[in-house]
């Protein structure tokens, strides 16, 4: 290499040049590292990249699939009905421990649960009574309490409802509807 | 300077497509639709031996 560095020096270079790729006055090292060849591997490689991290989600999929879809919840005791006048709202967690969730008792009769956490960036989101609607205090976004769709502000899907029965005075959460929107 | 970046142009539309399938599939296990997440992850992992396979017929094309 050094002898070639030489012998270049030496010469007296041909105008025009022999080759056709301007490369003669490359001569650092690596200078050429990342040209069109090595591009092209390296996009090679992302794509490689890209298909692996999509195996666990695939994995996880075909595993729901074959469980047959149906996933169990347990049936949780939220509140007792003296306890959550009409208008307020109760904090729980369902299905598990750390998924928060509100229940708000619209009517008499009427009760609406959401998992709480915003589907923007996953603030809590509270019922504000005065407004009549579930605010999420980070960005101010709203939705609407009798659908779990947002109204306003920057989240863009619904919130995840649950599924509530009334017995004996107690209020139960019983499952999480299937996410659709 | 005579070139063909053709491989380079069909290597950045195999990026795009990766980038584009992932997302779906992110998004449609959010949804629960486990169907498209396995569609989707196929087509992902089928860019791979493309994109090998663009990289193999291009490499040496100057």
Redesign the interface.
């Known amino acids: 290499m050094i002898e070639d560095n030489k012998d270049q020096k030496n010469r007296k270079p041909a105008v025009p040049y022999d080759e056709d790729n301007y490369t003669h006055n490359i001569r650092k090292d690596n200078e050429r590292k990342l040209d069109r060849r090595s591009f092209m591997k390296m996009m090679v490689g992302a794509a490689g990249v890209f298909a692996v991290s999509t195996l666990p989600w695939g994995a996880i999929a075909a595993k729901h699939l074959a469980a047959g879809d149906k996933r169990t919840y347990p049936k949780n005791k939220i509140t007792a009905l003296s306890d959550i006048p009409v208008g307020e709202a109760v904090e729980f967690a369902y299905p598990g421990e750390h998924d928060s969730a509100l229940l708000v008792r619209l009517e008499e009769g009427t009760f609406k649960a959401y998992q709480n956490a915003c589907t923007h960036l996953k603030c809590p989101v509270f019922w504000s009574k005065e407004e009549g609607e579930l605010v999420c205090p980070c960005h101010h976004g709203l939705f609407d309490v009798h659908t779990g769709k947002p109204v306003a502000g920057p989240p863009k899907r619904p919130l995840p409802e649950i599924e509530l029965a009334v017995e004996r005075g107690t209020v139960y959460a019983t499952g999480v509807k299937r996410y659709e929107a | 300077?005579?070139?063909s970046?053709y491989?380079?142009i069909f290597?950045?539309l195999?990026?795009l497509a990766?980038?584009v399938?992932?997302q779906q599939?992110?998004n449609?296990?959010?949804?629960?639709q486990?169907?498209k997440?396995?569609v989707?992850?196929?087509l992902?992992?089928l860019?791979?031996p493309?994109?090998?396979w663009?990289?193999r017929k291009?490499?040496n094309v100057?």
């Open positions: 300077m005579k070139r970046y491989g380079v290597l950045s195999v990026l990766c980038i399938f992932t599939v992110v449609a296990f959010f949804y629960e486990y169907v997440v396995l989707f992850a196929v992902n992992i860019m791979f493309l994109a090998f663009i990289y291009e490499r100057d």
